[in-house]
């Protein structure tokens, strides 16, 4: 056969080849980026330093960030490049990126962040995440009024951020994941929506009764790994209007923390193809009000926790995997019969009885799961020592149980120790609880599940990822 001729059909199939490769090429970049989900109709708190509910906290994550991001190996640097510790994990060294920027092209330094953390200190419109500043030298003195922000445990310069604990904190680059250290901008507090300066991959283009809608920071600095042009969020006041946006496919993703599952739609969405579960750091527990003294006795504490049955809270009410946040196995008949004889022996040594008027149990309003979760510890205890409880969601009167949920924010079940600690022991604020039965003899606390997060998610969605906080991060997302 001629050699001429060969060529020639040679050359032809491998243009058709590098052809048929950019058409791919050029269809697979064709693919819409623009991510679609719902949120509740709203007023959102766009302040990372006092924002007080997951839905804000779900715009914040992707309009700011700081120094780490929480995974389950633990920090990912993110603003930083390197972060050092002395060996006795006091004493920290930050240096950051040379490329931060703000979304209105500005630097972002070190000065950046302690101007943030100062301002912080001297607000008090700030969220009870403040605690987490505390930490570090001086801070908590500031914050009160009874030292000058010059004597605050960090020095900034350049890209260099030191800083001294006044405690040992092993997993401070964790802590740093926390919104409460994010950068802020002063200007901000005169900004509508629509011009906040933001640091994150996104920042707001619109924000109207019916949508809210976020584009990419062309200023980020890894904007270029950044593959959603858009996301735009429809606001729906009705929850179960906006599940059903999801089975219609208006939108690609439903759940925490951007809308909450409906509870009556639990069971129904666990049957979905679409349902992802993650493991997060949540954790529940039933506080008790200092005022009632026999409640908050070690040995009664016992056994109402005894009763508990925080694996039947995670398979039945949560409907997943949540597990008790300590091993705590099904209450059997004998652990039943053992705890009530011991709980009316404690009754009449302390010269107990119980008031005309029922005791208030308080749960948060429109939180149904929460409520349920409640109910169920609740029945436990009515069963069991036939106390008169009943349950409210408003605060017209001291409740002496509250049901409580903690978004972690770490991996270490130590720092869950740190934050009950520091909020009802306010005599003491150092870390002193140190291990399970600590826990339970010196808190006036009943610990329950850590509760995992259940959302629904269409196959189109790609890079999908819930960190141990229950934050979804959309810079990490594309669209197949």
């Known amino acids: 056969m001629n050699k001429n001729f060969l060529f020639f059909i040679s050359l032809i199939f491998t243009i058709s080849i590098f052809t048929s ?67 006795d994990f006091k004493k920290w060294t930050v240096i950051l990126r040379d490329d931060l920027k703000w979304s ?14 100062l301002a912080v200190l001297e607000s008090k419109d700030v969220s009870e995440e403040v605690y987490r500043l505390f930490v570090i030298e001086n801070a ?19 890209n260099t951020l030191n800083i001294v604990l006044n405690t040992p904190v092993e997993n401070f680059d964790e802590w740093l994941s926390n919104p409460i250290f994010f950068p802020t901008r002063e200007e901000n507090k005169f900004l509508k929506p629509e011009n906040l300066i933001v640091n994150a991959a996104f920042k707001i283009a619109e924000l109207n009764e019916q949508n809210l809608i976020l584009e990419k920071n062309q200023d980020y600095w890894d904007s270029q790994n950044t593959r959603l042009k858009k996301v735009n969020i429809s606001l729906v006041e009705d929850k179960i209007m906006a599940y059903e946006m999801f089975p219609r ?35 529940s527990y039933i506080s008790f009000s200092a005022d009632n003294a ?33 091993p705590h196995e099904h209450p059997s008949s004998k652990i039943i019969e053992e705890a009530s004889d011991k709980f009316l022996k404690l009754k009449e040594k302390n010269k107990i009885s119980y008031p005309d008027e029922a005791y208030i149990a308080y749960s948060e309003p429109n939180k149904t799961l929460e409520k349920k979760l409640l109910i169920s510890t609740l029945k436990d205890w009515i069963g069991q020592f036939k106390m008169p409880i009943r349950v409210k969601s408003s605060l017209d009167i001291s409740p002496t149980f509250s049901f409580n949920t903690y978004l972690l924010g770490t991996n270490n079940l130590k720092d869950f120790y740190y934050y009950i600690n520091y909020k009802y022991q306010n005599s003491n604020k150092k870390l002193l609880i140190k291990n399970e039965e600590e826990f339970l003899e010196k808190l006036p606390v009943i ?30 997302v594309y669209m197949k």
């Open 104 to 117: 209105d092209g500005k630097k972002i330094d070190a000065q950046s962040f302690l101007d943030s953390w």
């Open 140 to 158: 908590e003195n500031i914050y009160l009024k009874k030292s000058s922000a010059s004597n605050l445990g960090v020095s900034a310069t350049g």
């Open 294 to 326: 026999f409640f908050n006795l070690a040995e009664v504490k016992k056994e109402l926790y005894a009763v508990t049955d925080p694996e039947f809270m995670g398979k039945v009410i949560v409907q997943n995997s949540s597990p008790s946040i300590f």
């Open 21 to 87: 490769c950019g058409a791919k090429e050029e269809k697979k970049e064709a693919i819409e980026q623009i991510f679609y989900t719902v949120m509740p109709k709203k007023t959102f708190t766009l302040n990372p330093h006092s924002y007080s509910d997951e839905n804000s906290r779900a715009l914040i994550m992707q309009l700011w960030e700081g120094i780490t991001e929480l995974k389950d190996s633990g920090a990912r640097l993110i603003s930083a490049k390197k972060i050092e510790h002395s060996e």
């Open 249 to 283: 496919l208006e939108i690609d993703f439903f759940g925490s923390p951007f809308y909450r599952l409906p509870f009556e739609r639990r069971k129904q969405a666990n049957s979905l193809p679409e349902k992802v579960e993650f493991e997060t750091n949540k954790y």
């Open 447 to 476: 610990p329950l599940n850590k509760i995992y997060t259940t959302v629904l998610v269409h196959s189109n969605v790609q890079g999908l990822y819930m960190s141990p906080s229950g934050d979804v991060y959309l810079k990490y």
